[in-house]
């Protein structure tokens, strides 16, 4: 299976520069020109890796590599810094941050895709096979991929991040503030309101398999995920 990577960059040229290159050499590529689409996208999609500019608008690149950290359903994606920062601040900076590689620009593409390559065999190197289980329920953390009784469930990521906290909590009960914690991180800009309205999706998807008793609203407190 190809690997998927993710291109989070602002100038067109650099980013379709780095995709012709990167496709021709048997990569999937995803193409994000601000922070913002680069989550959307990691919410729709996944990546087996991010190569991040650093001078991005509205929300830098350091800014999504924390955001990134603080998912759980991402946060042991390879991410690769790309930038014209070339201090040396700048570099302890963003591998204190969670970038786990720093290049800076202009940039060999021979160096870049060997780096890239490093990283896969690496990130691939550590996997282990996790897999959650509640009641009809399993959920292969590796994969994303959740199926009860067999068959399997189609998920947004959010959604997915969502029934891993819950899974991972099973009857007790969590506050809407550390659901939002948990899922979009402690320095989101989420309203709480969003996480009713992924709460009511993710309780939609368990009634098509007549599961979503499990999900309970505690009025004025927050949900309980509860197994039968």
């Not at 190809?2 to 602002?10: A, G, H, N, R, T």
């Not at 689409?37 to 500019?53: F, H, N, P, Q, V």
């Not at 991929?145 to 998920?155: A, F, P, R, V, Y």
């Not at 991972?168 to 914690?181: A, C, F, G, T, V």
Request: glycine residues 4%.
């Amino acid at each position: 299976m190809k690997s998927k990577i993710l291109i989070v960059e602002d100038e067109t040229a650099i980013r379709e520069m780095l995709t012709f290159s990167l496709m021709q050499s048997g990569y999937v590529v995803l193409q994000a020109k601000t922070a913002l689409e680069a989550l959307k996208i990691l919410d729709e999609s996944t990546a087996d890796m991010a190569i991040i500019d650093w001078g991005l608008p509205q929300m830098s690149g350091l800014e999504l590599v924390e955001r990134i950290r603080d998912n759980e359903v991402i946060a042991d994606m390879p991410i690769m810094m790309l930038t014209a920062r070339a201090q040396e601040e700048d570099k302890v900076k963003g591998l204190e941050t969670g970038v786990d590689d720093y290049m800076t620009k202009p940039v060999s593409i021979k160096e870049l895709q060997a780096r890239i390559k490093a990283q896969l065999r690496r990130s691939s190197g550590f996997k282990k096979s996790h897999v959650l289980e509640a009641g009809k329920i399993l959920m292969d953390l590796d994969s994303h991929k959740i199926s009860i009784d067999g068959n399997e469930m189609t998920l947004s990521i959010t959604e997915f991040n969502l029934l891993k906290l819950f899974m991972k909590n099973s009857d007790k009960l969590l506050s809407r503030e550390q659901i939002l914690n948990h899922v979009w991180g402690r320095n989101s800009f989420v309203e709480l309101r969003t996480v009713d309205v992924h709460i009511l999706r993710l309780r939609k998807s368990l009634k098509k398999h007549k599961l979503e008793k499990m999900l309970k609203t505690v009025r004025g407190a927050g949900y309980k995920f509860c197994v039968e």
